[in-house]
């Protein structure tokens, strides 16, 4: 299947900083890549879409101006989380999906996820 | 709107049994149902999809699941289940095609017993 990168895989920052997570869609294109947020025991919280070469979509309750999302190419989305608290420590998950054409409803693939902790 | 139900938080089974992990759905339209596995730390892996076609579903190492409209249910099954098989399970529906989201339920944590 296709394969979706996300980097870093782990990251701890301190409290006020900033931290950002790249994805990338390494053999396909992604006009659409998607942003979730999992906490322990629980299910994918989706935070927001990422559309190339547009404003991303965020969901009710999810501030944009916290979670910060870009989506410079087809290949490329990042997430950065700005003044990080120790709240914000998470599993953050991104996913790509692939290409919609005629009667292909595209395919959902899902990066490795990114550990977040805030001192 | 659309929604998942993993009724069970955990299933455990010994290995080499049959496994079933079940999932019902509400979808205001045609379902496209999905089955995912994370396995610690670990983003998540596609497993099998319904779209249209068969009811029975196969898919990687061996699961498959079963379309059922009338309970509007996607159970995912596996007829030996091996340790390697424990982790969470998720399973997920999107509404037709097209731009729609994917809502996932909330997991079920799969244990096989040595």
């Known amino acids: 299947g296709a394969v979706v990168s996300q980097h870093p895989s782990r990251v701890i920052c301190k409290s006020g900083t900033s931290v950002k997570i790249e994805c990338r869609s390494l053999d396909f294109q992604a006009t659409t890549m998607f942003w979730y947020r999992q906490f322990p025991k629980q299910s994918l919280m989706l935070m927001a879409t990422?559309?190339?070469?547009?404003?991303?979509?965020?969901e009710q309750g999810v501030e944009k101006d916290k979670f910060l999302i870009n989506h410079a190419s087809l290949t490329l989305s990042t997430l950065t989380v700005t003044s990080a608290h120790p709240e914000d420590s998470s599993f953050y998950i991104c996913?790509?999906?692939?290409?919609?054409?005629?009667?292909?409803?595209?395919?959902?693939?899902f990066g490795e996820g990114s550990r977040l902790t805030v001192l | 709107a659309q929604s998942v139900a993993q009724p069970e938080d955990q299933v455990n089974v010994a290995e080499g049994n049959p496994l079933t992990v079940k999932c019902t759905y509400s979808v205001s339209g045609n379902p496209y149902l999905f089955w995912y596995v994370q396995y610690p730390n670990r983003g998540l892996q596609f497993l099998l999809k319904?779209?249209?076609?068969?009811?029975l579903v196969k898919g990687s190492y061996g699961f498959e699941a079963e379309f059922n409209k009338s309970q509007t249910s996607f159970h995912l099954k596996k007829p030996s289940a091996l340790v390697s098989d424990s982790a969470l399970y998720f399973c997920a529906v999107r509404d037709g095609g097209g731009y729609q989201k994917v809502t996932f339920g909330t997991g079920t944590k799969l244990q096989v017993i040595p």
């Open positions: 319904y779209i249209t076609g068969d009811n």
């Open positions: 990422s559309n190339e070469g547009s404003k991303a979509t965020y």
């Open positions: 996913s790509a999906r692939t290409p919609l054409a005629g009667s292909n409803t595209g395919e959902l693939f």
